[in-house]
């Protein structure tokens, strides 16, 4: 695992993993502490705004790996 982190890619993956885990997180505790608080437009809003972002900065890792030539 240390040997993963070490590369700037291998952290870059290892950061939108626990984007992506805050995230669900936080959807978990605001339906479980106020299941009303959130509604369907706003929580499809948030959702796929998030998707987008997480999207764009995964093309983005893509992106880097092509430039330094790193292939695997």
Known sequence: MREYLESDIGF???VGGFMVAV???GMVAVAVINPEGV???ELVGLSGGFLVFILVYFISISVQRLEDGDRT
Do not use: D, R, S, W
Request: hydrophobic content about 55%; cysteine-free; aromatic content about 34%.
């Open 12 to 14: 870059y993956y290892a």
């Open 23 to 25: 995230f669900v997180l």
């Open 39 to 41: 509604g369907t437009i």
